[in-house]
């Protein structure tokens, strides 16, 4: 009988039931698939990782990837809590709890980066990992010291969170993206005077923000401007309550 997706999460733990079948024990377990995988996403995307693909990097029969995970539904999510346990966790030290805030942003902020595939999975099963639940108590302490019950607590943590997925999605590498700078060079006079009479707030503001960025569109503001609300919000909440 093959384990649940739990146990496989847990492999490592000492509770979780051990393999008991017969015969020679085999070279390949679970880590091996899981790391072999990801080292597939992260050189060529999500797409890439098949059971197929994974057998040939293993030199294994196909069908031996399913003696390890169960489907490749639940590869992902054992990959997903497999980065996420070797995430480095910044110590906080005597920061303030705001520069706390600031160093889980940036530290989610380089997980996007080195792992971009994390954005294209969807699965609330990874809530149940050990790796994704040591990452959430790591950055629920980033609260500390703030007068939030738990659940303000969780939701204050998932808003940091979610701007920073959303903004590293967003702010993925593209070949139009880095063509904007010498488009906006080029366009936006001629751009202007097609919009101008029609749209002359969206005129104004767009040509303010281009000036200054020199693109319709600057990630690093983004950045800076998203974080600094996010913070201010969640004062306002440790206020209110």
Do not use: C
Request: proline share 6%; charged share 20%; no cysteine.
């Amino acid at each position: 009988m093959k384990p649940d997706l739990l146990d496989l999460l847990w492999r490592n733990h000492p509770a979780a039931p051990q393999g008991g079948s017969r015969g020679p024990r085999s070279s390949l377990d679970t880590n091996s698939v899981v790391d072999a995988a990801i080292t597939l996403a992260d050189g060529h995307g999500l797409p890439a990782v098949t059971v197929r693909a994974l057998a040939t990097d293993l030199s294994v029969a196909t069908m031996s990837i399913y003696t390890h995970v169960n489907s490749r539904d639940d590869l992902l999510v054992l990959m997903v809590d497999a980065v996420r346990a070797a995430m480095p966790r910044s110590p906080f030290g005597t920061m303030t709890w705001q520069e706390r805030i600031r160093q889980i942003a940036r530290d989610n902020r380089s997980l996007y980066e080195t792992h971009p595939w994390l954005l294209d999975i969807h699965d609330d099963r990874t809530a149940f990992g050990p790796g994704t639940i040591a990452k959430y108590d790591h950055e629920l302490h980033a609260l500390d010291g703030l007068d939030l019950d738990d659940v303000t607590r969780d939701a204050a943590l998932t808003f940091l969170l979610d701007f920073v997925a959303n903004h590293a999605g967003a702010s993925r590498p593209s070949a139009v993206r880095d063509q904007m700078p010498e488009l906006w060079g080029r366009w936006a006079e001629r751009l202007e005077a097609y919009v101008d009479q029609v749209h002359p707030l969206a005129t104004r503001v767009g040509n303010a923000t281009g000036t200054e960025m020199n693109a319709p569109h600057s990630p690093s503001h983004a950045w800076e401007f998203g974080l600094s609300t996010v913070t201010t919000a969640i004062a306002v909440l440790a206020s209110d309550d």
